[in-house]
Structure formats: C-alpha cells, structure tokens
Nanobody, 123 residues
Framework: QVQLVESGGGLAQAGGSLKLSCAASGLTFKIYGMGWFRQAPGKEREFVSASSWSGGRTAYADSVKGRFTIARDNEKEMVYLQMNSLKPEDTAVYYC????????????????WGKGTLVTVSS
C-alpha cells in the first residue's frame, strides 16, 4: 500500500525554522512529482511547493518563495521542505503529495496524500 508519512511539524516562533520530511513507500518514487500543500482552519488546501522527479525543477507559491526550499532524495525516497523565516500565517497542516508523471502542483490531480503534520507558528 502506498504511504506518505510526514514528520517534523511542531511549534516555532516567528522568524524561526522547521524542516518537514516525507517518507514514501509503496510507489515508484522517482516517477512521481512530489509536492507540499497546506491547509489552515476554514481555508482551502493550497499549494506550497513541488519538485519534479529528478529535483531539477521546483515550484513555490508566492507566499513562501525565498523562505521555503524543497528537496528530494530519490535513493531514500524522501522529500523535504525546509521552512525558514516562519510567519504566523504559515500555521497550517502540511501535506505531502505525489502525482504520477506530473509536477505535483495541482491538488485536484494528486494521486496520493499523506495524513499531514501540523505546523504552528507563534508571534
């Protein structure tokens, strides 16, 4: 069974950093675009960042550009999201996502989702 398991969430202060990890299993990791999405209470799930299968192409939402960095390790079948300069508005549940043969940027065509990890940023 395909599993995406996020870790690394928690509490941070504004200006601080967290690194999220997503461990994938049960899929051919290298052919999936991997993405990160987040959802705050009362809001729609929104795109945060994505990485192509090789890691050579990345994408970021404007709200996190310059602060967050996505990376993937195909040998370990892991994807990471380094979050720096955190802001209270970054508070959300963060989800790891996998899209077969796609960029991993569109939540409507994602094939697999993790269960999420909560990130809370205090002021």
């Amino acid at each position: 069974q395909v599993q995406l398991v996020e870790s690394g969430g928690g509490l941070a202060q504004a200006g601080g950093s967290l690194k999220l990890s997503c461990a994938a299993s049960g899929l051919t990791f290298k052919i999936y675009g991997m993405g990160w999405f987040r959802q705050a209470p009362g809001k729609e799930r929104e795109f945060v960042s994505a990485s192509s299968w090789s890691g050579g192409r990345t994408a970021y939402a404007d709200s996190v550009k310059g602060r967050f960095t996505i990376a993937r390790d195909n040998e370990k079948e892991m994807v990471y999201l380094q979050m720096n300069s955190l802001k209270p508005e970054d508070t959300a549940v963060y989800y790891c996502a996998a899209e077969r043969a796609g960029p991993g940027t569109n939540p409507n065509v994602i094939n697999y989702w993790g269960k999420g990890t909560l990130v809370t940023v205090s002021s």
